[in-house]
Structures are given as C-alpha cells and as structure tokens.
C-alpha cells in the first residue's frame, strides 16, 4: 500500500512539475502519458493495499468473534 501511495504522489507531482516545464521546451504527448500510466498504476497499487489491510482486518475481527 505503502508503495502504491509513493507512485501517485510522485505521479501526480511529476505531472503538474512537467506541465510548466512543457510550456517552455515543448514536451511530447508521450512523456504526459507515462506520467499518467504512473498516476493510475500508484491509485491502483494503494487501493489495492488498502482492500487487503482492510479484509484482513475484517477477517480477524471475525476469527474473534468465532472464538467467545
């Protein structure tokens, strides 16, 4: 989750970095998709993280419950 967190802050960071800088040097549509590819994969990778802490915490909770 931890790593999934990092890629969209460093994504989304790097994206709004590159749109000024684009302004001035005139930077490809490709580099702006790459960036982007990173945003997605990071939101993907801390959802994911996030869905298995949050089951595994449910899945205890209920192992507790089994055991009253």
Do not use: I, N, S
């Not at 967190?5 to 989304?12: K, P």
């Not at 590159?18 to 990778?45: D, I, K, N, P």
Request: hydrophobic share 50%.
């Amino acid at each position: 989750m931890e790593y999934g967190l990092f890629w969209l802050v460093v994504g989304v960071g790097a994206h709004y970095e590159l749109r000024h800088w684009a302004e001035f040097h005139g930077m490809t549509e490709v580099l702006f998709r790459l960036v982007w590819l990173a945003v997605l994969y990071g939101a993907w990778r801390f959802c994911k993280g996030l869905t298995k802490m949050m089951f595994a915490h449910h899945r205890q909770g209920a192992l507790a419950d089994d055991e009253d």
